[in-house]
């Protein structure tokens, strides 16, 4: 069975900005949270806007539901990717990014089940 497509993030460094602009264009609801935005997209998948205060600002990221994010972080270094975080417990689950061999980021979800 394929995994899905969950969640998406846009990483940048003025969230008021970038929230207006996807907000009017595509008549998203987004309600900034601290040092992030939650997108949501009606029907379709929702998301994050994220000022993250590094290096790392400008990009747009995929999230797949997994139901073991450890084996799927080695299975893409494995294919050639690259781990980019150590995977990190939330109270909702676990997550960890990586590159693909081309460096596009992308994350993997594992949602606690309770």
């Not at 069975?1 to 969950?6: G, K, R, S």
């Not at 996807?22 to 997108?39: H, P």
């Not at 081309?102 to 594992?110: P, T, V, Y």
Request: glycine residues 10%; charged residues 20%.
């Amino acid at each position: 069975m394929p995994y899905p497509v969950i969640h998406f993030e846009v990483g940048c460094r003025d969230l008021a900005k970038i929230s207006e602009f996807s907000s009017k264009l595509f008549d998203w609801t987004i309600q900034q949270e601290g040092l992030a935005a939650t997108i949501r997209t009606g029907d379709g998948i929702g998301g994050h806007i994220t000022v993250l205060g590094h290096k790392l600002h400008n990009y747009v990221m995929f999230c797949v539901a997994v139901d073991d994010v450890g084996a799927y972080l080695n299975k893409a270094i494995a294919l050639g990717g690259k781990a980019l975080l150590p995977i990190i417990q939330l109270r909702t689950g676990e997550f960890s990014w990586f590159s693909d061999p081309e460096g596009n980021i992308n994350a993997l979800f594992k949602e606690n089940l309770r």
